[in-house]
């Protein structure tokens, strides 16, 4: 029965985290005319045909500053999770040993001297 009522709780919480903007128009739908004569702010001016909107506006803007203020919250939190808490210092043994390879010659290749070629000189025509 416990879990039972711990499962819907937690999709009662997912649902209304994600479906907020809709609780917000449909608690306003539902309240518009109490909103309109004693919440809204041009309830003296009703020719202004508010008729509660400017309510409505300032309810949605601040349900999308607190979703952006906790989707910082959770970006600082992956990026604090991210990094090592404390700093670590590496070192690296250098190779005691070294290996000498001797050169060998490849079969079936000519050893040329390279003091015979040289690069192919400009030259210059006089007109």
Do not use: D
């Not at 029965?1 to 499962?7: C, D, E, I, S, T």
């Not at 045909?49 to 970006?75: I, S, T, Y």
């Not at 390879?101 to 003091?115: C, D, I, K, N, W």
């Amino acid at each position: 029965m416990l879990n039972r009522f711990v499962a819907i709780s937690l999709l009662f919480a997912l649902i209304g985290s994600n479906f907020s903007r809709f609780f917000i128009y449909a608690g306003f739908e539902v309240n518009q005319k109490y909103i309109t004569e004693k919440l809204c702010e041009n309830r003296n001016r009703p020719w202004m045909h508010c008729n509660g909107k400017c309510f409505l506006m300032k309810k949605l803007k601040q349900a999308e500053e607190k979703e952006k203020k906790q989707e910082r919250e959770n970006q600082r939190s992956h990026y604090m999770e991210a990094l090592p808490a404390v700093a670590s210092s590496f070192t690296f043994k250098r190779s005691t040993v070294k290996m000498i390879y001797p050169e060998r010659p490849v079969l079936g290749t000519m050893h040329r001297a390279f003091s015979i070629f040289q690069p192919p000189k400009a030259l210059s025509l006089q007109a």
